[in-house]
């Protein structure tokens, strides 16, 4: 059996990379992309904490679900907003969005 | 070292590389097409943990719909992809810099929790984890009440995804 410390320790990496992308990329579709990679290691964390906890109580698995529907409503919220701004201003580059800078 | 932590090694790397190319790729196309893949090393994580019902949501799901959406949208705006321009900011480093200090911080922090290099127990043989997971969410005793507002919140974002990306001309 896989001790609990390798899951935590794979998610913890899975989240830094998610991080990394999430700051570091210009294009705002790369940009959720790092962000469904952290809320994937936030998944990865839940299943094993129910796993190696009390498998008859289901609340990591229910929070897991929960997760999927949040992601699933973001992703659709962020990529309409992309394509909307991508119409008005005719870009997805993220420092050129500034207009409510000043 | 047993199968089931050899299997797990390989599929921890997988994911990981996937996961590195997702962020690190010029081309967003394949950077979705990477993420497919670093989805893919996590359902089989899911099943690796006797989570069966997560590990299928996980391909239908994020796979099937989210992933594909991700490419609709790399492909709407696609005259933005243009390829000799950078595509990470001019402070990646520090980008960088905090991912790492985050990851260091978050494996500190693991490490003096005493729970930390617990092991598992085999489930029982008649252990029915998709039957208790379909009772706890319609259960009133159990997670009925997020079950019901997840989804108002799917129909929000419904409602609010079709009306920020309808064209109104």
Redesign the interface.
Known sequence: ??????????A??????????A?????A??I???V??ML?AV??NL??F???GD??T??G??F???V??????????G??????V??RR????A?ELDMMKW | M?G??II?LIT?GF??GS??M??TTRN?VH??LW?VS??FG?AV??A????N??AV??VV??IG??AI??I???M??R???RENT????K??W???L???L??AG??FL?QGWS?????????PSD?D?VG??GE??VSPN??VL?FEV?SV??L???V???Y??F?KK
């Open positions: 059996m896989v001790p609990l410390s390798w899951y935590l320790i794979l913890a990496a899975l989240f830094s990379v998610g991080l990394f992308g700051l570091v990329r210009r294009n579709v790369a959720l992309l790092g469904e990679l994937n998944n990865i299943v094993a129910w796993r190696y498998v008859t289901m609340t698995q229910v897991a679900i929960i999927f529907a949040v992601a699933a409503a973001e992703v659709a919220v990529l309409a907003l992309v394509i909307s991508y119409r005719n870009t997805v580059v420092d | 047993t089931e932590q797990f921890a994911t990981l996961g590195f997702v962020v967003l950077a979705a993420l670093t989805l996590v994580l899911y690796l943990m006797n989570a019902f997560i949501v996980q799901v994020y719909a989210i959406l991700f609709f949208a790399v709407l705006t005259k933005d992809l950078p595509q990470i900011n402070n990646w520090a980008g960088a905090l991912a790492a985050v990851f978050l494996v693991l729970g930390f290099s617990k092991t598992g127990s085999a489930l252990f984890a208790m997971l706890a969410l159990a997670y997020p997840a919140l799917l929000a974002a419904l609010g995804a079709v920020v990306a064209n």
